[in-house]
Every structure is written in structure tokens, then in C-alpha cells.
């Protein structure tokens, strides 16, 4: 990156498509009991995975696909194909916790899979991954921004919109609403989370009298609490990046050794710790040492050493609905990139897109499809460069293709309507 940010690699790649599911060098599953799996303990549970490839192979994310497995739960997939008890608990549900933020009975099936697809199978030449030396907003979002106004861009801070405004003449958005202040300008991408834009919405009659925004209303979203930790002593973590179960039975949560991480910890005597918990809502209202408490009493019970350490130091960062609950059924509610009004688009990681890409990797990608919209919408500028997802390797689009050709011939059975899908 051109402002000097440097990343650490966490992971290398993994040699078949079930090791590359369920293992990684720098990341653990760990369980409520504190014993980590790299999966070797599994054996035999590990083989009633293999019928839910042929799922990720079916969910080939398309509208027709999501369709089918939306109304699903998680849970009921894993169920359904076979897969046991022991690996979809200590595996595939703190994963689903992790990775969508809730409980398997409570997530999608189809997410889950879409989640699945894009960590077992378009990623399979890079399925480590990368963590940034030190913190984000300092090493890469500040340079970048400071970056943008270089070029003439104008940010204006401690701003939250309230409503949007409705030019009826031309049916297009004129303006965004700040509290006192009004902006006008000729585009608008909202690039918010679910609950800012629903309470946009609400706050804007000309927005919610259109379904697809008054749709927005049928989603919900989770909380999520980030619990920074220095420790005063030096602990061996053996991964930098761990995902857990055990929370409770309804959140998830994970933790990364910022020690080996950052930059400025390596050489220090300390250990520090970022634990992030997902589905929060029962944390929420304790205060900052409540929270810590709870934090610590987790890392213990992962790994035995924080027991003799003390907290010299905490930071906790509360994020009440910032998380979009994929809860089964969702699917048609969710927004696209581009609205009924053709000036306002949207971009994040929670909208339906095509790419097949996942998580911060989509959220920057549907930045970028909603940029080319505003340059298509003026019909001047230059297009950004989207780089597409590894194609499939042969014998998966093979299979793929057999499944395609397989659901055809199912749909053109009499009476195949009939009956519910």
C-alpha cells in the first residue's frame, strides 16, 4: 500500500478442500472445556462433513439458489445431511457464530453455505490470511482518507444522517439530512450498516412508502462488544487467531494475540489480547470491568496461563446492532446495490451481490460496484477494476454443472410445483 502499512501473514494454504475447512495454521477452534482442535481428534465425525459439499456445491450463489436454501436454517442443513453432533458443535457452529454472528438455528442456510463457498472453494490457492501490523483506523484508514483529500475530497465528521430528501419533480434523492444541516449533492451511496439505514427509513416518509426500503424494516441486526486486554506478563498463545464455542449457547466469539500481531507489542514483556464477542445483547449493559471480567474468565478457561496474569490495561468498544442477523427467510428483504431512485446506491458486506466474495472482502467490492454505478449514472469518469473470485477448479465446476443440469430435470417433472421446496 502506497502509505506504508505492513501486513502479517496468519495461515498458509491447505492441501485438500476438508483440511482447508476445518484447519489452519494460525487458526484454532476452541472448545468450552479449553482444548484446542486442529481436528485430528475428530476422525470419524470429520467424514459426515463430505454429504454438505455437495450443498456448497449446489449453492452456486445465484437468486435461484438462495432462494431454495433461505428458508432453511443452518442447523437444519447440517442436520439434514448427516453431519454429527461433535463437529457441528465444536466446529461448524463456533465458525457460523463467527463468521454470521449467531447460532446456527438462527442463520441462514444459505449464508452459511455462501459463507462455506467462499473459505472451502474460492479461495482455495490463498486460504491464509492477512492481519495489519498495528490498527487499522492508524495504518491504513487515517493515510488513506488523508489520501482522498489530496485528491480534493471533503469529509465532514461527527455527522449522522437523520432522513433523506426527495426531489418529486425528477424522483431522484436531493439531499441528506444532518440534524440541522442539509447536504445536496447529485449521487448518494449509503455505505452505512443495516440499523443507521433503517433509521434513515423511518425517518423519511418518501423512503419507506417504497417496499424494497420498507423492507429494510423486516431485518435485524446483533450486537457486538471488542474488548482490548494488556496483560502484565508474557503469555505463549500458540495461534494468533482463535475461534471459540463455549460462550454460551446463543454467542460467539474470538480472540488474536495482538503481541504477535503489531508491531509495537513484539519486543514488549506484556501480552496483549483483542477478544471481539459476537450476539452480545447480554453484555451490553454491564460496565467496562464487568465486561473485562467476563473476557478474562473466557481466555482462561482457553488457556490456562491468563489465570496468574492482571489486567494493567483495558479498552471496550460497544457496537449495539452493528451486525446484520442473517436469520433464515431474510434473503427477500435485502437490499441490492441499486434502488428505485437512480441517483442512491448502496454498498456493505450485509447486501445482496454477485461476486461471491464475503465479509470486509465484500464489503470493499460492493464499494467499488456502487462507484461504478455513480460513473455509469453520469455517464462519465473510469470504471474501477473489480477482481473476480478464483474461478472453480474443473472438477468442481463439473459437479457444479451436474448439479445445475440435475436440478432441470427436476423442475420439469409433472407436478414438481406441487409439493414444497
Known amino acids: 500500500m502506497s502509505w506504508g502499512s505492513r501486513l502479517s501473514r496468519a495461515g498458509i494454504e491447505q492441501p485438500t478442500i476438508l483440511q482447508r475447512a476445518f484447519q489452519s495454521n494460525s487458526l484454532y477452534f476452541i472448545t468450552s472445556h479449553g482444548y484446542q482442535l486442529p481436528l485430528e481428534s475428530l476422525h470419524i465425525q470429520r467424514l459426515t462433513s463430505i454429504p454438505v459439499i455437495a450443498a456448497v456445491i449446489d449453492f452456486d450463489n445465484t437468486d435461484t439458489a438462495w432462494r431454495k ?22 466446529v ?16 441462514s442456510a444459505a449464508a452459511t453455505l455462501g459463507m462455506l463457498y467462499y473459505y472451502m472453494l474460492s479461495h482455495q490457492e490463498n486460504s491464509d490470511f492477512l492481519l495489519c501490523c498495528g490498527e487499522v483506523e492508524e495504518k491504513i484508514l487515517s493515510p488513506w482518507l488523508q489520501l482522498l483529500e489530496m485528491e480534493g475530497l471533503k469529509f465532514v465528521a461527527n455527522k449522522v ?25 447529485d ?16 425517518n423519511s416518509p418518501s423512503l419507506w412508502s417504497h417496499r424494497e426500503f420498507a423492507n429494510l424494516l423486516h431485518l435485524s441486526a446483533v450486537d457486538v462488544i471488542s474488548v482490548k486486554l494488556w496483560f502484565d506478563k508474557k503469555i505463549t498463545i500458540p495461534k494468533v487467531a482463535n475461534v ?56 482462561i478457561k482457553c488457556i490456562q496461563d491468563f489465570e496468574g496474569a492482571s489486567v ?21 428483504y435485502t437490499p441490492r446495490g441499486s434502488t428505485s431512485f437512480p441517483n442512491l446506491f448502496i454498498a456493505g458486506d450485509w447486501i445482496v451481490n454477485r461476486h461471491g466474495s464475503f465479509s470486509k472482502e465484500k464489503a470493499y467490492v460492493t464499494g467499488l460496484e456502487a462507484a461504478n454505478r455513480v460513473v455509469d449514472y453520469f455517464g462519465t469518469g473510469d470504471f474501477a477494476k473489480i477482481i473476480a473470485v478464483e474461478g472453480d477448479e474443473p472438477y468442481i465446476e463439473t459437479l457444479r454443472n451436474l448439479s445445475r443440469r440435475a436440478n432441470e430435470l427436476k423442475s420439469q417433472i409433472p407436478f414438481s410445483e406441487f409439493f414444497l421446496q
Open 69 to 90: 436454501y433461505d428458508a432453511m436454517t443452518a442447523r437444519e442443513l447440517f442436520k439434514m445431511y448427516g453431519c454429527s453432533q461433535r463437529l457441528y458443535k465444536e
Open 244 to 299: 471459540c464455542s463455549g460462550f454460551d449457547d446463543s454467542s460467539g466469539w474470538t480472540f488474536f494475540d495482538l503481541t504477535s500481531i503489531y508491531d509495537d507489542y513484539y519486543e514488549e514483556s506484556i501480552t496483549v489480547v483483542e477478544a471481539e464477542f459476537y450476539n452480545a445483547s447480554q453484555l451490553i449493559p454491564l460496565d467496562d470491568d464487568d465486561i473485562v471480567s467476563e473476557a478474562s474468565l473466557h481466555l
Open 187 to 202: 449521487a448518494f451511496v449509503s455505505a452505512t450498516g443495516l440499523s443507521s439505514l433503517q433509521s434513515i427509513v423511518k
Open 312 to 332: 494493567i490495561q483495558k479498552s471496550v468498544r460497544r457496537s449495539p446492532k452493528s451486525v446484520i442477523n442473517f436469520l433464515p427467510g431474510s434473503y427477500k
Open 161 to 185: 444522517p437523520s432522513s433523506m430528501t426527495i426531489d418529486t419533480d425528477s424522483g431522484c434523492i436531493s439531499a441528506i439530512v444532518c440534524g440541522d444541516d442539509v447536504y445536496k449533492a
Open 92 to 107: 461448524f457452529e463456533p465458525a457460523i457464530q463467527a463468521a454470521l454472528f449467531a447460532p446456527g438455528e438462527q442463520c
